[in-house]
């Protein structure tokens, strides 16, 4: 009972300077978000720009995003495989377990355009900033989600922008699976570009929710890529399950080698 008396007030200590970090990061994050929205975002509401321009102000915005995670609470990161990343625009699918992981795509893919949820543009200031970069944004509950994503996903895919996709539609738990969503397939066979499957384990650094759970390496790996020609060989639902697979191994592999 003494030792635990004794332990407990530095354990103690430890989560609140852990958690002073955290709320340093945010505060950070909250300070440069506003002003990137007063410097750049709301001129840009009223001189139109190409889409490159738009892309590189979000790539600069994630990147400070990246680096002060890494420089205030630690999360650094480590990337495998982008020598196998095609030259033509194609459909990056991954898994989603962080608020982390919307940022580090943007530095490690391509130019691209994003599939997300339309709920996020009411977020306020990352919304709006979040609206100028074009993406995709689909209501998940419309029957009409996935006519939306062939078709303007044609149209940036024909424009030579890459698509990040997670078919997870949800940031999911280490360990934790769901069924995919079969449009970003469809839309690989329709448009006949390449897949590009990658993992991670942000959500074991950065799980869902406000608080950070731990400094550490955060583990990205490009799995395989999937080309036109061997995508042909599956129906939609079967080269959706595939891709399912192969992420949820590839995912806890590297859930499993944290742990170990």
């Given at each position: ?9 530095k354990?103690s200590?430890?989560?609140m300077?852990?958690?002073?970090r ?9 300070t ?7 410097i750049f ?12 321009t ?6 600069f ?9 890494e ?6 990161y480590?990337?495998e495989?982008m020598?196998?990343l ?6 990056a ?7 982390w992981?919307?940022?580090?795509v943007?530095i490690?893919?391509?130019?691209h355009?994003?599939?997300?949820k339309?709920q ?5 200031l990352?919304?709006?900033?979040l609206?100028?970069?074009?993406p995709?944004a689909v ?21 030579g922008q ?14 934790q699976t769901a069924?995919f969503?079969?449009s ?6 329709i448009?006949k570009?390449?897949?590009v499957?990658f993992v991670?384990?942000a ?10 759970k731990k400094?550490g390496t ?11 020609e061997q995508?042909?060989s599956?129906d ?7 891709i ?10 590297l859930?499993e080698?944290?742990?170990?």
């Open positions: 009972m003494l030792y635990v008396t004794l332990i407990h007030p354990i200590v430890q989560i300077l852990w958690r002073l955290i709320l340093c990061f945010y505060s950070v994050i909250c440069f978000t506003l002003a990137f929205f007063i975002c709301l001129p840009l509401t009223i001189i139109k720009v190409k889409y490159s738009k892309y590189r102000l979000a790539k915005f994630s990147e400070v995003f990246i680096t002060s995670a420089f205030i609470c630690g999360l650094k480590d990337v495989g020598d196998m095609p030259r033509q625009a194609s459909i699918i991954g898994n989603h377990q962080s608020f992981d919307n940022f580090i943007q490690i893919i391509p130019e355009s994003w599939i997300i339309r996020l543009f009411k977020m306020p990352f919304g709006w900033a609206k100028m970069a074009e995709i209501d998940r509950t419309a029957s009409l989600s996935v006519k939306q994503i062939l078709r303007e996903g044609q149209k940036k895919l024909e424009k890459w698509l990040i996709i997670f078919p997870e539609s949800t940031r999911l738990l280490p360990g069924k969503k079969p970003a397939t469809k839309l690989a066979q448009s570009v390449p897949i499957l991670h384990n959500g074991v650094f950065w799980p869902k929710g406000f608080w950070i400094p955060i583990k990205i790996k490009f799995l395989e890529v999937i080309y036109p995508a042909a599956y939609v639902r079967g080269l959706t399950e595939h399912e697979q192969l992420i949820n191994n590839g995912k806890q592999v859930h080698n944290e742990i170990t």
